[in-house]
Structure formats: structure tokens, C-alpha cells
């Protein structure tokens, strides 16, 4: 069974759209995350979220917004994309906020803005 | 601004040698290291460090942390071919949330046959 997936796995699409990406675990955790891993493999997390608190990284720009319809899901919107926005974005949950050692991360999404 | 060096960025080594991975780092109320390998998908844990000069062993990989001189190393013996991946180093700042975690920019080794 998979732990943590994420749809699609690949995304190309053109400057200025508006794009979402799915992410569902079924591991019962209560936090989700977001990660951007450039180009040159530079990984940063996005957004911490459980069922209690949303914590944004200051450095993301609002176009980007996560979505959570339930505690198995949390879906990144991204408004307005720009070609800088291109990189495979990774989903993660842990049982607890901040239990890093505990994550488990989805196959990622590779994402080109053309 | 915390910030993690990881050294060297690149590395090819021959199988069956040992290979020593350097992380350098400067956090605010630090609370924990942690040491991934990524290979062609997500990255997976390897090891969690919190205290200074214990070291952390799983098969032929071992990793230590210095709190006083603020690095950890990643030690793999006896190199395999499936080692060969990017291995990521991140710390943790106390206070957790989404800016809790930093990234080093990854070695990349190569383990050639």
C-alpha cells in the first residue's frame, strides 16, 4: 500500500496558469508538508500543517497555498506560475508536527513552467 | 538566517571504500541533525542526532555529531554500488514549524564498480 502519493507525477504547463497538486496519505498521521527540491537538488520545506495550525515558511510567496479538505490530504495551489516556480515538489507527513525522523515523503511531482 | 554546508558536494569512490560525508552547520536553538539519502525519488531517513559524541550506527553506515564545533559526518564502509544516491543534511531548530528544518545543498556520491 502506498504510504504518501502524490498526483500527477509529472505537471508542464505555461506561465501565468494557476496548477494545483494532490497529495493523500493513509498512514493516520496528523501533519502534512510541503517540500520544493530545485534544480540543483536544493531542498526546502514549504508549509507544516496538522489539524490544529497551518505554519507558512516566510521565503514562499503567496501565490503558493495549501489546501487541507480532511486530515488525510493536503493539496498545494499554485496561482500564477512563473518559470522559477519549476522543480519537483515533494509531500511528507509525520504523526506529530516537527517529527521529521518519523516522515515519510511521496514520490514527489515534477513541475516545468514553460 | 540558519544555514547547513555539507562537503564535499560531489564524490566518486570505487566500491568497497570507505567514505567520510561532512556536514557544518549554524542554527539558532538547535535541536536535532538529521542525515538523508535521496536516490532517484524522495529522500529517506537514515539517522537522527541530538547529542553530541554518540554515535548513531545501521550496517555499514555511522554518523556523529559535534554540538561544540557545530558538524556531523557520515561515515559508509565497505561502499556497495547502491549507495551511490544524493545524501542530504538537515537541521532542526527548536520552535519546529515549516521554517524549523534546513537543508545542506546534498553530496552527490557515486560509488563506481
Known amino acids: 500500500d502506498t504510504a504518501v502519493s502524490q498526483t500527477p507525477k509529472y505537471l508542464v504547463t505555461q506561465m501565468g496558469n494557476d496548477k494545483s497538486i494532490k497529495c493523500e496519505q493513509n498512514l493516520g498521521h496528523d501533519t502534512m508538508y510541503w517540500y520544493k527540491q530545485d534544480s540543483k537538488k536544493f531542498l526546502k520545506i514549504m508549509f507544516s500543517?496538522?489539524?490544529?495550525?497551518?505554519?507558512i515558511n516566510e521565503t514562499v510567496p503567496n501565490r503558493f497555498s495549501p489546501k487541507s479538505p480532511d486530515k488525510a490530504h493536503l493539496n498545494l495551489h499554485i496561482n500564477s506560475l512563473e518559470l522559477g516556480d519549476s522543480a519537483v515538489y515533494f509531500c511528507a507527513s509525520s504523526q506529530a508536527l516537527g517529527t521529521y525522523y518519523e516522515q515519510y515523503f511521496g514520490p514527489g511531482t515534477r513541475l516545468t513552467v514553460t | 538566517e540558519d544555514k547547513v554546508v555539507q562537503s564535499p558536494l560531489s564524490l566518486v569512490v570505487h566500491e568497497g571504500d570507505t567514505v567520510t560525508l561532512n556536514c557544518s552547520y549554524e542554527?539558532?536553538?538547535?535541536?536535532?541533525l538529521l542525515w538523508y539519502k535521496q536516490e532517484k525519488k524522495a529522500p529517506t531517513f537514515l539517522f537522527m542526532l541530538t547529542s553530541s559524541g554518540i554515535e548513531k550506527k545501521s550496517g555499514r553506515l555511522s554518523s556523529i555529531l559535534d554540538k561544540k564545533e557545530l558538524f556531523s559526518i557520515l561515515n559508509i564502509t565497505a561502499t556497495q554500488t547502491g549507495d551511490s544516491a544524493v545524501y542530504l543534511c538537515?537541521?532542526?531548530?527548536?520552535?519546529?514549524?515549516?521554517?524549523?528544518?534546513?537543508f545542506g545543498k546534498g553530496t552527490h556520491l557515486i560509488i563506481q564498480p
Open positions: 538537515a537541521v532542526e531548530r527548536s520552535g519546529g514549524g515549516a521554517d524549523g528544518l534546513t
Open positions: 542554527v539558532t536553538n538547535f535541536r536535532s
Open positions: 500543517y496538522n489539524n490544529k495550525e497551518l505554519i
